[in-house]
């Protein structure tokens, strides 16, 4: 009988730990369930307990981007010219993306914060790695790149549904794009970042993707940096047959039509000096595609006049 009865105590002490134990792995499940891993565009696998509540963007593009994503609520934190969305600018502000404030990002408290890779300074990202804030690492060089930033930003925020379906939009538009433009005749141009100092972008450029896409032959593709200072000279010599500018505003700069005063670069000859406003084509954002409408326009406006000429 005391035998029996041990049995009996030891089940059921049994049953309690295995339901014990039962409770313990589905409390795990349920935390695995809700953990995030993403690998960023510095091949770090960044993971995160739960999805992000309280991120700091030090981007504008970045910004931008989680907006698409269905996750602008998240953000807590942005740099100067996050301006779009409009309610973007009511963020917020923790400096600039060269010049960030670490106490203010800090005093938010982020679980996230996304930088970017080829604008902000090394430095600052080392010290939030030592604070132990996660530090996403983001770098778009290619149209592709920014579907793929949509997909990751709405898995690290918890809005996979709407950033997938941002991505998909984005996908199909640039498709699009691809079948109508990307096989017209090629048509060598130059992209003007700036006048003062006289500025481009090399083939590792999204821009410089986006002048492929259109069917256009960035005459220097072939520079080693990413946006590279140049002379006049580079350009008679490159003889491009356009030139497409953005500026600093949505007005076309005036130092775009002084390319008019070299009578021999067939972009001068041609009167094919187009303007692109360069919140729509400098960052890798789904609005990049509006800007390459206008750059895929440009470049067919100058076949026609092409063909009238010949």
């Known amino acids: 009988m005391n035998y029996v009865r041990g049995i009996e105590h030891l089940s059921g002490f049994t049953l309690r730990l295995l339901g014990l134990l039962a409770s313990a792995t589905l409390a795990l499940t349920a935390h695995a369930a809700h953990s995030v891993s993403v690998t960023d565009d510095e091949g770090r696998e960044i993971t995160l307990a739960a999805p992000a509540q309280r991120i700091v963007s030090l981007a504008p593009h970045v910004t931008e981007v989680l907006f698409a994503a269905g996750a602008g609520s ?9 301006d779009y969305p409009p309610e973007a600018t009511e963020i917020p502000r923790v ?12 005093a938010l408290r982020p679980d996230l914060v996304i930088a970017w890779s080829s604008g902000n300074r090394e430095a600052h990202l080392d010290k939030f790695a030592a604070l132990g804030s996660p530090v996403f690492m983001n770098e778009s060089r290619r149209l592709d790149d920014v579907a793929h930033s949509l997909e990751r930003f709405g898995k690290l925020a918890g809005t996979e549904e709407a950033a997938n379906a941002a991505a998909n939009a984005f996908r199909d538009r640039h498709q699009r ?74 007005a076309r700069p005036e130092w775009l039509d002084r390319w008019r005063d070299w009578r021999g670069l067939p972009a001068a000859q041609s009167g094919n000096l187009y303007f692109v406003p360069p919140d729509l084509i400098q960052r890798p954002t789904p609005r990049i595609l509006d800007g390459a409408e206008i750059v895929c326009e440009a470049l067919e406006d100058a076949r026609k006049k092409r063909q009238r000429e010949s």
């Open 177 to 250: 794009l691809a079948v109508r433009f990307s096989s017209q005749p090629p048509i060598t141009m130059f992209y003007q970042i700036w006048n003062d100092p006289l500025m481009t972008i090399n083939g590792e450029h999204m821009i410089s993707d986006v002048i492929t896409l259109c069917g256009g032959q960035n005459v220097f593709a072939s520079l080693p940096q990413l946006a590279p200072q140049i002379g006049t000279e580079a350009v008679l010599r490159a003889a491009p047959e356009v030139i497409l500018a953005s500026g600093m505003g949505e």
């Open 95 to 106: 400096g600039g993306y060269m010049s960030i404030d670490l106490e203010a990002v800090v």
């Open 74 to 82: 998240r953000i807590v934190g942005a740099v100067a010219y996050s």
